[in-house]
């Protein structure tokens, strides 16, 4: 018979299954991803994946998923959860591994959290220990990974951490603030759960894994503030009960109170590697805290970028502005607009934009704008742009750089004036049936409170300009086009 080889991926919905699920395709094996939801997944997998409906307290759709499976990742848990998700995440492990056990699949591989009962353990923690004890109880072997606080784009500790470093300049540190943990990046977490592929033999293995260093919550957000460059005070005081401190970061942090407070009760407990088998059996030698955040904050752009928030829709199908959105630490003003023109025609402006022609639209308080940043040390709009009609990647466009131009398609311009953060300000043009759709975004990276309130500040601005400025070039692309300079 040939040795099945198919590998079966819960939580492809989640933040660690989700950054799984490719380095999973890469390796060329098939591959078969368990959802609730499976429609929410389709359009994210690749198209040799597998995608199938079920739920794990299910066994006719348990049975299905693990039919020809040879390894079943485990990654899902229920924190977030109403009710008791202890009991919840115990009948699915149970329910699981007798699935996996009927199906005949070799291995188990299951991401668990890194504690030590020693009889204090948080909720959590304890649950995370309790799901991996019953896996193993089906009988299946089963390799867990204990991991300590994850840094990734993303990941719900560097949410936090981004959240509450970014806004606030002095803060509060209750006791959880200072206990040690050993921090591990996205990136050395995944190589170690596929190199858990590899291992050989067929007993139950448990593994203690994370970063380089050691290092608090209140390191990471020392780093983090380094790294931004921001200026932060924090005052430590010995009571902040874990209940009113998930209160304080529902308020200032993208983290619901009851999550905040299930994470700030694990916080109490020590986690850090004290087994150090993994060095050993894996070849993975994983960074420390200052790249770990240093590549959060990198792949943070590197994911904005694949992201497409002009391609928002509303439920009846046409295009609609996302005013004041977010991505991560960004704020996003998209708008669409439809025009019963080519792509090439609705272009035709966006080329021209800016230097003499102008911004279409309150071109007066563009130039009041660079007037302003000419008092502070700022570039201006002195500078014009070097071609009336032609872009090349590089050039000075008032006080934009032309960042990305493929034409007849898209312009991205990155702020080059003194603003407390990073802006950027893209047009792109998208083919729609007989006619084009005009896509145009603003996005800014604050640094700081300051950077927000600067934004919120602007927001009836931007109304104001961003949406005269698009409904402006939509007007142009329907003139006759101007004949292309020499």
Not at 57 to 67: E, G, K
Not at 73 to 97: I, K, N, P, T, W
Not at 174 to 203: K, M
Request: hydrophobic letters at 45%.
């Amino acid at each position: 018979m040939t040795p099945k080889t198919r590998i079966l991926l819960t939580g492809a919905t989640g933040y660690i299954g989700g950054r799984l699920l490719p380095a999973l395709e890469a390796l060329g094996r098939p591959l078969r991803c368990l959802a609730r939801r499976p429609d929410a997944l389709r359009d994210r997998v690749a198209p040799q994946t597998e995608v199938v409906g079920g739920d794990l307290v299910d066994d006719a759709s348990l049975d299905r998923a693990m039919a020809g499976v040879d390894t079943a990742y485990y990654l899902v848990h229920s924190m977030g959860a109403h009710g008791d998700y202890r009991e919840v995440d115990l009948l699915a492990a149970r329910a699981f591994g007798s699935a996996a056990r009927r199906a005949g699949v070799r291995r188990i591989i299951y991401l668990g959290g890194l504690a030590h009962d020693d009889g204090s353990l948080s909720k959590h923690l304890k649950s995370r220990l309790e799901t991996g004890e019953a896996l193993r109880e089906s009988g299946v072997p089963v390799v867990e990974l204990r991991a300590s606080v994850v840094i990734g784009s993303g990941s719900l500790s560097f949410e936090m951490i981004r959240a509450l470093v970014e806004r606030l300049p002095v803060m509060i540190c209750p006791r959880w603030v200072s206990t040690e943990a050993q921090p591990i990046g996205i990136d050395d977490l995944l190589a170690y759960l596929v190199a858990a592929l590899e291992l050989t033999g067929d007993t139950n293995q448990v593994f203690e894994i994370g970063g380089a260093d050691r290092a608090s919550y209140g390191d990471l957000m020392r780093e983090y503030a380094r790294q931004r460059g921001l200026r932060r005070l924090m005052i430590s005081v010995p009571l902040l009960t874990p209940h009113l401190s998930s209160l304080w970061l529902g308020l200032v942090t993208p983290i619901y109170a009851r999550i905040g407070r299930q994470l700030i009760e694990g916080l109490r407990n020590r986690s850090v590697v004290q087994d150090h088998r993994a060095d050993a059996v894996f070849d993975v030698r994983p960074i420390g805290l200052a790249e770990a955040v240093s590549r959060a904050i990198r792949n943070e752009d590197r994911d904005f970028a694949l992201t497409r928030w002009s391609d928002a829709l509303q439920s009846g199908g046409g295009p609609r502005p996302l005013v004041s959105a977010r991505f991560g630490s960004r704020l996003v003003d998209a708008r669409t607009l439809r025009v019963d023109v080519p792509p090439s025609r609705a272009f035709g402006p966006i080329a021209r934009i800016g230097g003499r022609q102008g911004w279409y639209y309150g071109t007066w308080m563009w130039r009041l704008r660079g007037y302003a940043d000419l008092l502070l040390g700022g570039v201006g709009m002195r500078r014009g742009r070097r071609h009336p009609d032609r872009l090349v990647v590089g050039d000075a466009l008032d006080f934009w750089r032309v960042e990305a131009w493929e034409p007849d398609r898209r312009l991205r311009l990155a702020a080059e004036m003194k603003v407390p953060g990073r802006a950027w300000l893209e047009f792109e043009v998208v083919a729609d049936g007989s006619g084009t759709i005009i896509h145009q975004t603003a996005v800014f990276d604050p640094i700081g409170l300051w950077g927000l309130l600067y934004w919120y500040s602007l927001v009836p601005v931007h109304g104001f300009i961003f949406g005269g400025m698009l409904r402006a070039i939509a007007r142009q692309a329907t003139l006759p086009v101007p004949p292309s300079s020499s």
